[in-house]
């Protein structure tokens, strides 16, 4: 749950921190108000990546970014000609993999979830 959290942080960070350059991005890939777009995924990696490293709402939060995390492959890694692209596709498969485990094995004895009841 830590480490899926970690890689979603980050990124979420990153993405807010540089929102110029991660609009650019996204106009690059022809994504709708690239700008708009920039601020809700990185919030919603940053605010997901949060939920799931204190597990709060963990099999909510895993769920969607499982969702989230296909969804960006099929959009951000489609030309699975190059190599690359390929392995960045299969990458976010196995973290949303890693969601789907978490979203039905939930978050364990140490989160929010287990001291809420």
Request: glycine fraction near 14%.
């Amino acid at each position: 749950r830590i480490l899926l959290a970690v890689i979603f942080l980050l990124s979420g960070f990153g993405k807010l921190s540089a929102i110029s350059g991660t609009a650019a991005y996204f106009g690059g890939l022809g994504l709708p108000a690239p700008t708009a777009t920039a601020v809700i995924v990185g919030l919603i990696e940053l605010l997901g990546g949060l939920a799931v490293l204190v597990g709060f709402q963990t099999r909510i939060a895993a769920w969607v970014l499982a969702i989230f995390t296909i969804a960006t492959g099929l959009v951000a890694h489609t030309g699975w000609a190059d190599q690359m692209q390929m392995i960045q596709f299969l990458k976010n498969l196995a973290i949303a993999g890693g969601f789907i485990v978490l979203a039905s094995s939930g978050a364990g004895s140490y989160s929010i979830d287990a001291k809420r009841g």
